[in-house]
């Protein structure tokens, strides 16, 4: 009974344990239209939060990766804010032990109950790439909730999900094994989700797939186009 109650307090909890064998293989191949790996993509996010937050870079920060999975994007963080301390949760458990064998400088911690494992306002950035499609809508809000209560005032949440505008990520999406449950978030959807804890700057990326990467230098100025494959909330704290 108990293990039961604690299952439901956070609906991703055991979802993603069967995928932590071979995720990264298998998310390639699911990929294959994009021309690039997964990795590629979780070193990408990590880059716009660079070209997105440039007053961050040189600052003494603490960032977390809410819903880190096995951890690859936030060991990209390091290598682009180089004082930052870094820090990485998830309800599944079997991710968190990859993550941490994985990558052993970061600490990650396994989110067991109803609330993120950490104290009111630690962090100046939290990020979410690709949680709160798994999330049911009617639980939004209270896990929005403690993504902002974890987070400083004044501090940046940057929310990054897929693009239910751009059909190919659509068609991928819907033919992803891990994604049978979920269901995609509008850019407009996710604006009103974030905007009463502050002002919301909406992006769009990914325009671009391998074969035209040569072109990707123009994606800073189309931003504004609701067409790249993903698109991100930058949420600046100010409640």
């Not at 716009?48 to 007053?55: G, M, N």
């Not at 682009?80 to 309800?91: A, E, L, M, R």
């Not at 990558?103 to 989110?111: E, G, K, R």
């Amino acid at each position: 009974m108990r293990e039961e109650a604690i299952k439901e307090n956070h609906p991703c909890r055991y979802e993603f344990d069967e995928f932590v064998k071979g995720y990264r293989k298998r998310q390639d191949q699911l990929l294959w239209l994009s021309g690039e790996s997964s990795e590629y993509f979780a070193k990408y996010k990590a880059q716009k939060l660079l070209e997105w937050l440039p007053e961050l870079i040189d600052k003494k920060i603490k960032v977390l990766d809410y819903g880190c999975g096995d951890g690859v994007m936030a060991s990209y963080i390091p290598k682009y804010f180089k004082n930052s301390i870094v820090y990485g949760t998830d309800p599944s458990e079997k991710s968190i032990r990859e993550a941490s064998q994985l990558f052993p400088d970061i600490s990650f911690s396994v989110i067991k109950g109803e609330t993120v494992p950490y104290d009111n306002e630690v962090f100046d950035l939290v990020f979410a790439a690709g949680v709160f499609h798994h999330i049911p809508f009617e639980e939004h809000k209270r896990w929005v909730y403690e993504t902002f209560r974890v987070l400083k005032k004044d501090g940046i949440f940057v929310f990054f999900d897929i693009n239910p505008l751009n059909p190919i990520a659509h068609y991928v999406f819907k033919t992803h094994p891990m994604d049978q449950s979920a269901k995609m978030l509008s850019p407009w959807y996710a604006r009103k989700l974030f905007k009463e804890y502050g002002f919301v700057s909406t992006k769009f990326y990914c325009f671009f797939p391998h074969f035209l990467r040569w072109m990707r230098f123009i994606e800073p100025y189309i931003a504004w186009l609701p067409f790249g494959a993903h698109h991100a909330c930058i949420v600046r704290r100010s409640k």
